[in-house]
Structures are given as structure tokens and as C-alpha cells.
């Protein structure tokens, strides 16, 4: 059965939260400055350049990310099919990413302090040794609303994928409790190698 997913509008509000939060950093960076400088040398002329170089570098910001963070939140998809996850995303070139459901070995859950205030969530798929970006997880579905069933859906979905792993892990944990066949296994290499030993 496939779902289509669309990431929450949401998250370019959180997108935006980010970029105000970096602004607010930049600012008070230049004030604290303007305040060293002032107390330190008093040269007008090096705090007034202090303010433009911040606010230059924050309308550079502003006019260039904001318009490629709309455009990359529209253009994300995220499609649940039986046997794998695809990721539809990019500007300028569209990336179509297929992980699918045998390499991967759990879902988590993220929560930024950003998400909980908007009431969003997202979910990052964690595979085996297999993912190539610095985070360790091969996908992201970010900007989820409904984002604790998709992972119930998500996890259900694994495990009807993988009942091989369950019974594995099911078989491992009863196994050390029956040790009358080892110990009859230890008496036995025992008389053996007194056996040897005459």
C-alpha cells in the first residue's frame, strides 16, 4: 500500500525560526563589539564598520536562503511503498532516493525545541553501516505532523519485513537458560580427557 507525505508548512516556519535565531545571534555579536570597541579604543569608524559588515552579511542571508528554503520544503515528498522509503527532494537538481526496508534497522524520532513549538516532528531512518552523510542516517522525513504514527506505521512495517530478526532474538534469549546440556557436554570432554591422560 503506498502513502504519500508532504512535509507540514510548518516547517518552513521552523526554517524561518532558524534564520531569525541566527540573525539575533549576528546582532548581538555586533553590539558586543561595538561595546569592546567603544570602551577599548572609542574608534567611531571601526564599530560603524562592525554594523555593516553584519548587516550586509545578514541581508545576503535573508535574500538568498529564505527563497531556496521555500523551494526545498515545496519539493519535498516522502512515498511509503511495502518494500522501501522514497525521498523526493532538491532546487535545482531532483534526487529520488529509495532506501529500502532490508538495510534498514530502525527509525528515531527528532524533536528540535523548534519542532515542539510548531508541533512537528520528524523521522530519521538509521540503516546498517550504510549511509554515506555525516549524520549516520541514511533519510530524513522532516516537518511530520502526524509524526508518531508514521513511525508506528514505519516500525510496523520492519517488522513484518524482518520476522527473521525477531525469532533470532527471541531463540538467543532462551538459549543461556538451559544449561544441563552444557554441563553434560563439559562432563563428558572431562571423562574424556582423563581418558587421554592414562
Known sequence: MEMTLQPDRKLLTKYTLILWTITGAT???AALIHLLIHLLHGDPLAAQIIWIISAASLLVMWVTAWPLLRLWVNNLAYVILDDRITIHKGILTKTKQN??????TDFILQRTIYDRLLGIGSVKIQTAGQSHSPTGYEGHLAGLIEYDATLHDLRERLKIL???GEAATTRESAA???TSLLEQILAELRAIRQHLEK
Not at 532506501?99 to 534498514?104: D, E, G, L, T
Open 176 to 178: 543461556p537458560a538451559d
Open 162 to 164: 524482518h520476522p527473521i
Open 99 to 104: 532506501i529500502p526496508y532490508r538495510s534498514v
Open 27 to 29: 546582532v548581538l555579536t
